[in-house]
């Protein structure tokens, strides 16, 4: 039997002790009558009755196909019960993502209907003041309902209400300190507060609670460039930046959309740093990009393509110098991604 790289991180809470007992012993039955024991569940070191929980903080481990389709329906059956939390797997080889798993609760239990309310009406401007009385209902049927905190704390600080969003953000990471959303959100207000170095330092703590084959990954990332290219520490920015766009990101994946704006700050970075060729290869590579999503300054791209192309030696090309002819005669003004638009 082939065995593959397996890496799973996550948390379940069950509210209670009573609930905690209660699953306990129905998974215990499942365990060894569908499951036959097969699975990458360790009992004594996952289950933990004194928080009513059951958390796997990070396994890195090797598994057959039969073993981790036992271990998923396992996550599946035990998140029927859960009031909060998530979980993450993924089976690899090479490096490469053959089998990727995420759970949460989607039960009929007051936190988490409010919850999965509030948490999908945060996108909208029209609807996030919903989405915190969905939250708020959410925290008031399970008060350490700490992703509940955590998304509390965004909307809080998308509605610029920062001294109640860092409340939030820091119950979340009291009730459940492995988790790196609330640590991001940390990290905006500081950053708001005008504490960029420990916005940075808080990134720096996130990374640590997740792994490069999340998302939430490569949006650390993200923003960590993007506050030490504001703070002029451009060697370290670069290194972030260097690091994103070295990475794939599959269409359907949240970053997927950042790629040319990040593909335009590095190329400001590169132009910082002097070092104008590979800053005017990025720009080139923007403009044959096909990948959707958020725009590059239009007005701003141009100029600076122009002037790393005078650097270099190179012809502007004609229908770059009309079109910025055509922007500037219209007077269209554009301006670079601001840290805000970055937390998306």
């Known amino acids: 039997m082939q065995l593959q790289k397996v890496i799973i991180?996550?948390?379940l809470d069950f509210g209670s002790e009573k609930s905690f007992d209660?699953?306990?012993?129905?998974?215990?039955?499942?365990?060894?009558?569908?499951?036959?024991?097969?699975?990458?569940?360790?009992?004594?070191?996952?289950?933990?009755?004194?928080k009513t929980n059951f958390t796997i903080p990070r396994l890195v481990t090797q598994s057959g196909v039969k073993t981790w389709?036992?271990?998923?329906?396992?996550?599946?059956?035990?998140?029927?019960?859960?009031?909060?939390?998530n979980i993450h797997a993924f089976m690899t080889e090479n490096g490469k993502i053959l089998q990727k798993f995420h759970v949460e609760p989607t039960n009929e239990k007051i936190a988490v209907q409010a919850y999965q309310s509030g948490k999908s009406l945060i996108k909208c401007v029209e609807t996030r003041q919903e989405a915190l009385t969905?939250?708020?209902?959410?925290?008031?049927?399970?008060?350490?309902?700490?992703?509940?905190?955590a998304k509390r704390g965004y909307v809080k600080y998308l509605l610029e209400q920062y001294e109640g969003a860092a409340k939030d953000f820091e119950?979340?990471?009291?009730?459940?300190?492995?988790?790196?959303?609330?640590?991001?959100?940390?990290?905006?207000?500081?950053?708001?507060?005008?504490?960029?170095?420990?916005?940075?330092?808080?990134?720096?703590?996130?990374?640590?609670?997740?792994?490069?084959?999340?998302?939430?990954?490569?949006?650390?990332?993200?923003?960590?460039?993007?506050l030490l290219q504001k703070e002029n520490r451009l060697l370290e920015a670069a290194l972030e930046f260097k690091l994103f766009l070295n990475r794939q990101f599959e269409p359907g994946d949240p970053n997927f959309s950042w790629m040319k704006?990040?593909?335009?700050?590095?190329?400001n970075v590169l132009y910082a740093m002097d070092e104008y060729e590979?800053?005017?290869?990025?720009?080139?590579?923007?403009?044959?990009?096909?990948?959707?999503?958020?725009?590059?300054?239009?007005?701003?791209?141009?100029?600076?393509?122009?002037?790393?192309?005078?650097l270099i030696g190179k012809p502007i090309k004609t229908e770059d110098k009309l079109r910025l002819n055509e922007l500037?005669?219209?007077?269209?003004?554009?301006?670079?991604?601001?840290?805000?638009?970055?937390?998306?």
Not at 69 to 85: D, K, N, Y
Not at 134 to 149: F, P, T
Not at 261 to 267: E, L, N, R
Not at 336 to 342: G, I, P, T
């Open 22 to 50: 209660k699953v306990l012993g129905l998974f215990q039955q499942r365990l060894e009558k569908f499951f036959k024991n097969d699975t990458l569940i360790d009992h004594e070191t996952m289950f933990n009755r004194e």
């Open 261 to 267: 704006i990040i593909m335009w700050d590095y190329a």
């Open 9 to 11: 991180k996550g948390r």
């Open 69 to 85: 389709s036992h271990t998923m329906s396992a996550f599946e059956f035990l998140a029927q019960f859960a009031v909060s939390g």
């Open 278 to 310: 590979d800053a005017y290869k990025w720009l080139d590579l923007i403009q044959q990009s096909t990948v959707p999503g958020r725009m590059v300054p239009e007005i701003a791209f141009l100029n600076l393509k122009a002037t790393l192309a005078k």
């Open 134 to 149: 969905q939250l708020d209902s959410a925290i008031s049927a399970y008060d350490q309902h700490a992703m509940a905190y």
């Open 328 to 344: 500037t005669k219209n007077k269209i003004t554009a301006s670079n991604s601001s840290f805000a638009d970055s937390i998306a």
């Open 171 to 226: 119950k979340s990471i009291a009730f459940d300190e492995l988790n790196p959303e609330p640590y991001i959100g940390r990290a905006m207000v500081k950053n708001i507060n005008g504490d960029a170095v420990g916005a940075i330092s808080t990134l720096d703590e996130a990374l640590k609670l997740c792994f490069p084959l999340q998302s939430i990954h490569w949006k650390i990332r993200r923003i960590k460039g993007h």
